[in-house]
């Protein structure tokens, strides 16, 4: 699933086309395209793992999930996988397999874009409060927890527990001040990391334990668990990360 960093970078590629109109639109997404016939699209703003198109009176929501894509001026995927298409006087964009819904605009102003943890928005205070209101959580579950964290996935999780020295299963309500509040910090300087390794295509090597088997620190065998309420991927040292 692509986590926040690659959301922005998607919202980087369709910039070209706001303020563009909509000359036709079709895909197989559950929802009736004729209104986006003539409006025009104003802003593409992001919120976590979620786009948002925003035209005259709709805005076009687009979760990538597991597996989605998105593709500009070609379709490369068949129509089956195809949940949207949008074609301008100059220009074409197209959604797969990804969920896309149609909202009010309204809509829009109960997210809470202060969550996002790369908008400049972002408010680390709010996310303090929230994350000392639910002590009996894992840090692995408060960090997936989009509510908190949005636009935190599991590479991001596992990378931020290493640099901070925590396994995933301590309790919220176990870490102390200094170790919550480099929680919060770190999640964002990581998110900041990503998004540049990943302009550069280096993503992948700068992983210290996500996905690897040893431990760039002391050498010892990562563990490799099924950790929290989600059952997500963990990588982690038991040596040189702390259980609380």
């Not at 970078?9 to 016939?37: C, H, Q, R, S, Y």
């Not at 948002?52 to 001026?73: C, E, N, P, Q, T």
């Amino acid at each position: 699933m692509p986590e926040g960093p690659s959301i922005l970078l998607m919202k980087e590629d369709l910039l070209p086309f706001v303020g563009k109109t909509v000359t036709e639109a079709g895909g197989n997404a559950p929802f009736d395209k004729e209104p986006l016939i003539g409006q025009t699209l104003h802003e593409i703003r992001t919120f976590g793992k979620q786009t948002y198109l925003v035209f005259d009176k709709l805005a076009i929501r687009i979760h990538l999930l597991m597996f989605g894509s998105y593709g500009i001026d070609e379709q490369t995927k068949p129509d089956k996988s195809l949940r949207l298409s949008l074609f301008f006087k100059k220009g074409s964009l197209y959604f797969y397999t990804c969920s896309v819904k149609s909202v009010d605009l309204e809509f829009l102003h109960t997210i809470d874009w202060e969550a996002d943890i790369m908008s400049d928005l972002w408010n680390p205070q709010k996310a303090e409060t929230k994350l000392k209101s639910k002590p009996e959580m894992m840090v692995c579950d408060a960090l997936m927890n989009q509510d908190i964290f949005s636009g935190v996935g599991n590479i991001i999780k596992n990378e931020v527990l290493f640099r901070i020295g925590v396994q995933p299963e301590s309790l919220v309500g176990n870490l102390p001040e200094k170790k919550l509040k480099e929680l919060i910090a770190e999640s964002r300087n990581y998110s900041f990391d990503f998004l540049e390794w990943k302009r550069e295509f280096i993503l992948k090597k700068k992983w210290l334990v996500h996905t690897k088997t040893v431990c760039p620190k002391c050498g010892e065998k990562l563990v490799k668990k099924q950790t929290g309420l989600g059952k997500r991927r963990s990588f982690y040292c038991e040596k040189d990360q702390k259980l609380y």
